[in-house]
């Protein structure tokens, strides 16, 4: 496999064959940026998606898993500035009406348009506006796309976000480019802020499926910034099928294989790359838990921690403060847990053993550690095999004035 | 039943006959300030407590809880600046060492002394500086020391925390008096960060201890400020028996009704107390969740309200953004929940009916609920008749502050 790209060289995503993009500006919410995205899916290929599990789903999303029921998708219609979500009904007329105005342009049934949006939740749809915009976003449409489009799909991000891969099945060069917005209201469950992945294999769409399933696990639904899940969560895959490679169609081959790595590992970056523009975040974190009698229980543990605020500001000080790990260890709500079998590492640095400060440990090593921009808080539990990996950042001032200020 | 004092009134207290408190300076961690409380209960009292959930309890509750079952306590030793807790078995025999130089200087069994600690995680008690003070505190024991011990329990509190019932019971007077520290690593799990309450009537010890269970659990054990349940909590019940009332030993009682009733109302004032004065606080927020299938989905959702950081920081802002209260609902984790069953209000506003905004909401009255000192969430799920009340605080720039700089 080869990497290609990272969020910090935006320029030097790989374009994908079959899949184009356009961006405009329809005025939504902000003025001179684009806020407006069409992607474009070459006819026969074939998509897949997964979206948020809060029971409040915006009516975008609603919209979207009923068209994926019935057609194959051939474009995706995404707007920043405005989630259409919490607004009921004239919310879903909203989000139809959209679909129909890019479906009318081009002369294709509704429910092949699959309509995406994020922003302010509670504020209805200017369906005008996008149907005006339209056009202008299918005249701009370009594989070369991807930077302009990862830019118009951002609201409190700082960076857009993407990045590519690109591997060799049977000779034959297939590339895989996938762009991601979010920054808070970051607690993916079973999807993630909006993250648009693309590639030019063919791919059976239950295999299709079956892949994202598996990448947003360890990547988008292993994150969180403020344990918040968004109403408007939702991960696409999208395959034109264009490349000369041959179909995948078995579950069990050596090309599946290697293409489900590539989806992750795209995966894995954009959902990385969320975590790093985390509002206010100034630290990587990422907390492994290991020991675990259940990935579930693991994970429990990894997100207490992840989510603890004392934990998260003690991150922001670089304050080795260790005794808040072990508080939210100890509220995890495990079963029979026995303390004198825990460890706690910050990097190789083991804070905590058989229930107490390590022996050998400095609080100058702690502080070593702990001022770094990134760090790995590993737990053992002691009691099994099983572990997870949570990615995390810190809770900083930013965070607050972000949050504060964010609307009014 | 006669209401008296309030934690803006420190001095508005009732001493309790036959319970005595002292004060004094050991020079834990702060300087020029008491960090060292005795409580001392009559010969004859009986003492009820309930303890943190923490799977990491410190040092000092094992203790506590061990000395509790094998004798009934006559001292309660409390010390701020140090919370004993993630200190293994050194921890383990600095409480007892505590312990003993009081027990030793009152010629009593050591298990009629219960240790209480409070303040940084992870550092060993230093003993000798308290057994070198217990002899002051002894020294100071009066019944009028319930606000000098109020101060010398606090750590990160801005202010102590007190409240008094009198009651009649069978034409004599009974006074309950109840003191409390808490502002930060607060969400009480069966019992709060340290709350002592005392009374001269004279009480059965097991309906001593089913009063204190039941008083805690819409008190204690309804309020957040960030999630975190601390490893030291405990709250303690005494009862000198002193008073000329009689004895209550009977559960269906009128009596022991009327004493349950004053002791609940002590406990609500002291968890109320605790969340105005959270690390941060500006705003005192009431979440009520009713229409709930059970009082345990009740409480999920009003957590999850609770410890939203966007739901506080849109609260600190005073900014009426709705849409982050039902994302908070729609991922509580609720099977089944029909949103447009849901009715959201902030205090007597309506800002969601039917999955989406209000029809008669405006911008204005949300503006001017949320612009309140205190103000109520009302959530109605629409499913059922159970319902929950949880109290919490938002999240400002000074929750950031104080945690950031708390050790360093």
Known sequence: MVETGSTSEVLAFKPVPGVRLGATSAGIKYSNRNDLVIIELAEGGSCAAVFTQNAFCAAPVTVAREHLSTAMPRYLLINSGNANAGTGEPGLRAARESCKALAATRGCPINQVLPFSTGVIGELLPVEKIAVAVPDALTA??????????????????????TSRQIELSGKTVTITGMAKGSGMIRPDMATMLAYIATDALVD????????????????????????????DACVLMASGVSESPPITDAH???????????????????????????????????????????????????????SPLVKTALFASDPNWGRILAAVGRAGLENLEIDQIKIWLDDVCIVRAGGRADDYTEAAGQRVMSQDALTIR??????????????????????????????
């Open 205 to 232: 769409k239950h295999l299709l499926q079956l892949c994202l399933e598996r990448a947003v696990q360890p990547s988008f639904n292993s994150i969180t910034v403020d344990g918040d899940t968004s109403t408007n």
């Open 253 to 307: 081959s050596e090309s599946f294989a290697t293409f489900c790595a590539a989806v992750e590992s795209v995966c894995m970056e954009l959902a990385r790359a969320i975590v790093l523009d985390g509002e206010g975040a100034t630290k990587l974190v990422e907390v492994l838990v290991q020991g675990a009698e259940s990935e579930s229980e693991a994970r429990d543990v990894g997100y207490t921690i992840a989510h």
């Open 141 to 162: 449409l370009t594989e070369q796309g991807w930077a302009t489009a990862a830019r118009a799909i951002m609201t409190t991000d700082t960076v857009p976000k993407i």
């Open 379 to 408: 737990v053992d539990l002691g009691r099994g095999m099983s572990e997870a990996r949570i990615l995390t950042c810190d809770l900083s001032y930013d965070y607050v004035k972000i949050n504060a200020e964010y609307r009014t």
